[in-house]
């Protein structure tokens, strides 16, 4: 089977597989805007629909909007709205935005003339659905079980989680949300992890905390959050972080499976007033696949989903999004012909100054697509100093298998299916450290990829440390744990030390719980960023004081900066205790710092 491109799709995936209790069913097809399963028998959709038309408060017509003003106080805000022919729906005054419904097709330049309003637009060029006056609650699928055994598949193993185990599963007390099209919570591998309490439906921007109300009304959610965190209980499959607890925030809209801006905003700011320590977000925000500064409801767009991305960082949430699936350069976008995809798309020229949103905005961690090796995932979306860091997201043969609503499992290929490896990963890193910050995960995501290198393809630029096609790498479930192998370990400085001319300084690791001597094959990856690399001599020192030469650069290498892996024989020395990196400049001019350094036992 090949893997279609499917750029269509606001959702970050692709072909599908079912499974369910040890029995498997292709569909031959991906499943698209018309035709998405929203996980509802046909007759309470149908029913629900009649009942929505009558919903109080509802015309046809209505269009969303968002009016941004400055964070604390929305009230003046809000009595502008209802003034100029609108209601609110919606308001969140810790970022300064309001959602607003309007029939008025001059609502928005009306509200872009009062005073303390500084951005308006247009969320959406379709009508709301009148479900948003009056939800219907999504459908409980009956189960099936499973006689389906936990192995070792074969993205799991890429990212050394399958030894990850063995060290640590995660903590109960990290929770990921998972922003998607819902989670079937009685799936027999979810069920374990699922926190109901935190659980809500974000869809049509306003928290819908029902019970249920999270639910999938699709399939793809489901999917991400087995492989974030599906329980290791011996049967199905087993997610990259089985310890953790996972949340449902459902910013899908049923029928549709449209992501909007006020869902986005809504599911960040529940994320931040719920203490998640990391969410996944497979998708991006519709209905433009990039939104524009110089449109002023994309402007609108881009600041209200910022700041609510910004807020959710600010109470301790690292956001990790998926990069997409159209075969994209991301650093050097040209055009878009796929936006609105609520109505009619049109094509239209972009710059760079566009962006996927959440995936481009500042703090999320953007995750490209590998297939079953070091290749990047034919589909897979990339760009130079855009992409963060890869992980597997299959690619032909090898799709990535998971959990499905019912108590089924099947394959799916996409971005979508790499990024909860990467949220895994992040709540492993959040179990070992629970002080660390989302700036602390997002560097030690980075820090501890493998670095891969480009293939012979003229559109990854970059090194082999970072690149187009992978970031700073695929990333490891291992080294997250506090482990690199069986006795092994990885220890890591990434605090900067500033490296002054004719100096010598020193960065401290200090290892603990490693038994005995040091290996005759000690890893020392270093990572100095200098503007002139002739200037230094770089050793390392062990806990006794003796020195290990790793490199005295020639006087004459003018090249920036040093990021290399050393291989060093200290199987003489005692492993335990406080090493060093040395760095000495011996020169005038060029300065630098220590940016990170590590050891691999």
């Not at 639910?215 to 997610?239: E, S, W």
């Not at 006020?262 to 931040?272: P, V, Y």
């Not at 501890?448 to 012979?456: G, N, R, V």
Request: contains cysteine; hydrophobic residues 40%.
């Amino acid at each position: 089977m090949t893997t279609p491109r499917i750029s269509q799709h606001r959702l970050r995936r692709s072909l599908l597989s079912v499974a369910a209790a040890g029995a498997a069913l292709a569909l031959a097809t991906p499943a698209g805007a018309a035709d998405v399963d929203t996980g509802l028998p046909p007759g309470p959709a149908t029913a629900a629909g009649k009942l929505a038309q009558s919903a109080a408060g509802w015309a046809a017509g209505t269009r969303s909007y968002l009016v941004i003003t400055a964070p604390g106080d929305t009230s003046a805000a809000r009595n502008a709205v209802t003034a100029n022919g609108g209601s609110v729906f919606a308001h969140y005054d810790a970022i300064g935005v309001v959602v607003a419904h309007s029939t008025s097709a001059g609502f928005a330049t009306a509200m872009r003339s009062v005073a303390g309003v500084q951005k308006v637009g247009a969320t959406r060029t379709s009508d709301v659905p009148a479900d948003a006056y009056s939800p219907t609650l999504p459908g409980a699928p009956a189960q099936s079980s499973t006689t389906l055994t936990e192995t070792a598949r074969w993205d799991m193993t890429r990212i050394n989680a399958d030894k990850a185990w063995a060290v640590s599963t995660g903590s109960p007390a990290v929770t990921v949300g998972v922003l998607d099209t819902g989670v079937d919570e009685r799936h027999q591998d979810i069920a374990p992890n699922f926190d109901a309490a935190d659980s809500v439906s974000c869809a049509y921007g306003k928290a819908d905390t029902r019970s249920g109300a999270w639910r999938d009304v699709g399939t793809h959610g489901t999917h991400v959050a087995g492989t974030i965190a599906a329980a290791k209980n011996g049967k199905g499959v087993v997610g990259v972080a089985p310890g953790v607890k996972i949340a449902s925030v459902r910013i899908a809209e049923p029928s549709t499976s449209m992501f909007f801006a006020e869902n986005t905003i809504c599911g960040f700011m529940w994320a931040g007033d719920r203490g998640f320590d990391v969410t996944n977000n497979s998708y991006y925000t519709d209905p433009w696949m990039f939104n524009c500064p110089d449109d002023p409801d994309q402007a609108a767009i881009i600041e209200g989903v910022r700041r609510a991305q910004e807020y959710a960082e600010g109470k301790g949430s690292l956001q990790v999004a998926a990069a997409g699936n159209s075969n994209y350069d991301l650093a050097n976008k040209r055009s878009d012909s796929e936006s609105p995809n609520d109505s009619t798309p049109v094509d239209r020229t972009i710059t760079n100054a566009c962006i996927d949103i959440p995936t481009e905005l500042p703090g999320v961690v953007t995750v490209a697509a590998m297939g079953n090796g070091n290749i990047k995932a034919s589909y897979s979306n990339f760009g130079r100093d855009v992409i963060d860091v890869a992980a597997p997201g299959g690619d032909g043969a090898y799709g990535v298998y998971s959990t499905l609503p019912g108590g089924k499992y099947g394959n799916m290929n996409g971005t979508s299916m790499a990024s909860p490896h990467v949220a895994g990963v992040a709540a492993l890193l959040k179990s070992a450290d629970p002080a660390a910050t989302p700036a602390d995960l997002r560097a030690r995501l980075g820090s501890q990829s493998t670095d891969t290198a480009c293939p012979s393809d003229s559109r990854c630029t970059g090194t082999t440390a970072k690149n187009a096609f992978f970031g700073e790498g695929q990333v490891d479930a291992l080294k997250a744990v506090g482990g690199t192998g069986q006795p092994g370990r990885y220890f890591e400085s990434t605090t900067d030390v500033t490296v002054a001319d004719n100096a010598t300084v020193e960065s401290p690791i200090s290892v603990t719980g490693v038994t005995g001597n040091a290996p005759a094959a000690l890893k020392v990856g270093v990572d100095v960023k200098h503007t002139y690399r002739g200037d230094l001599v770089l050793s390392l020192v062990a806990p006794d004081g003796s020195v290990y030469s790793l490199e005295d650069f020639a006087d004459g290498d003018s090249a920036d900066d040093v990021v290399k892996t050393y291989t060093v024989d200290a199987s003489s020395e005692t492993a335990s205790g406080t090493w060093k990196l040395r760095v000495r400049d011996i020169a005038a001019q060029d300065t630098g710092r220590i940016d990170a350094w590590n050891l691999t036992f």
